[in-house]
């Protein structure tokens, strides 16, 4: 199965998503910013960064460019699509996310280890965990608080198109503690904390089998191997 793995002027994180996609089973393809064609992918990953050196606002302009145009089709035709960190930002700048990621409430970057509870398990990248299981991811960002008009966070905790919620401590002020998110149509899930720094055991967060030994971001990753190949 392959997976592409978008990288963008300013991207910081695009080798260690294809390295979880090669450690979950599938083919990471590279795609570049400029193209207008993404290729027989399977699915598509916008990874952590800073694209364009977060200029204008975070993700705004890596939303304009070619490839994002392609990213839009292939979410038409059903491709699932992971945004992550910056990824996450562009999303929701391209439209194909609700809201807005702004500066962090206590205006500082925030790097940690942090727990999420895992609120929708139906989608391609989370069909691997259970509803309400806790899971560790690393996060590290300065623009992560995610914000919304009050209808739309309504809809969203309606219609159970929240992916993923802080648990124990908000890094960043995000509203109603959501982590991420989900498209309405489903394929499409954007979260601020960064699955592909835990990947692996030994250079991941710590878990209860002791110092950086969780994995948790695998299952992103397997999930989406899984859902495309069921």
Same mark, same amino acid.
């Given at each position: 199965?392959?997976? !592409?793995?978008?990288?963008?002027?300013?991207?910081?994180?695009?080798?260690?998503?294809?390295?979880?996609?090669?450690?979950?089973?599938?083919?990471?393809? $590279?795609?570049?910013? $400029?193209?207008?064609?993404?290729?027989?992918?399977?699915?598509?990953?916008?990874?952590?960064?800073?694209?364009?050196?977060?200029?204008?606002?975070?993700?705004?302009?890596?939303?304009?460019?070619?490839?994002?145009?392609?990213?839009?089709?292939?979410?038409?035709?059903?491709?699932?699509?992971?945004?992550?960190?910056?990824?996450?930002?562009?999303?929701?700048?391209?439209?194909?996310?609700?809201?807005?990621?702004?500066?962090?409430?206590?205006?500082?970057?925030?790097?940690?280890?942090?727990?999420?509870?895992?609120? =929708?398990?139906?989608?391609?990248?989370?069909?691997?965990?259970?509803?309400?299981?806790?899971?560790?991811?690393?996060?590290?960002?300065?623009? *992560?608080?995610?914000? $919304?008009?009050?209808?739309?966070?309504?809809?969203?905790?309606?219609?159970?198109?929240?992916?993923?919620?802080?648990? !124990?401590? =908000?890094?960043?002020?995000?509203?109603?503690?959501?982590?991420?998110?989900?498209?309405?149509?489903?394929?499409?899930?954007?979260?601020?904390?960064?699955?592909?720094?835990?990947?692996?055991?030994?250079?991941?967060? *710590?878990? $209860?089998?002791?110092?950086?030994? !969780?994995?948790?971001?695998?299952?992103?990753?397997?999930?989406?191997?899984?859902?495309?190949?069921?």
């Amino acid at each position: 199965m392959r997976i !592409g793995v978008v990288t963008f002027p300013g991207t910081l994180d695009d080798g260690d998503a294809a390295r979880a996609v090669r450690l979950a089973g599938g083919e990471p393809v $590279a795609l570049w910013h $400029a193209s207008d064609d993404v290729g027989e992918v399977d699915a598509i990953v916008l990874p952590g960064g800073f694209s364009y050196g977060d200029y204008l606002r975070c993700g705004a302009i890596a939303a304009l460019t070619p490839v994002m145009s392609a990213v839009v089709k292939a979410v038409g035709k059903g491709v699932p699509v992971l945004g992550i960190c910056n990824g996450f930002q562009i999303l929701c700048e391209a439209h194909l996310l609700p809201g807005a990621l702004v500066r962090n409430e206590g205006q500082r970057f925030v790097c940690r280890e942090q727990k999420l509870a895992v609120e =929708n398990a139906d989608t391609p990248w989370t069909s691997g965990f259970t509803r309400g299981q806790v899971i560790t991811i690393p996060l590290k960002n300065g623009e *992560g608080c995610f914000q $919304a008009d009050a209808e739309t966070v309504a809809r969203l905790e309606g219609e159970g198109r929240v992916a993923f919620r802080y648990v !124990g401590v =908000n890094p960043n002020g995000s509203v109603d503690d959501i982590a991420g998110v989900v498209s309405e149509s489903g394929n499409v899930v954007g979260l601020m904390p960064h699955p592909e720094h835990a990947v692996e055991s030994g250079f991941g967060p *710590g878990s $209860a089998d002791g110092l950086r030994s !969780g994995t948790d971001g695998l299952t992103f990753f397997t999930s989406a191997l899984e859902s495309v190949l069921a």
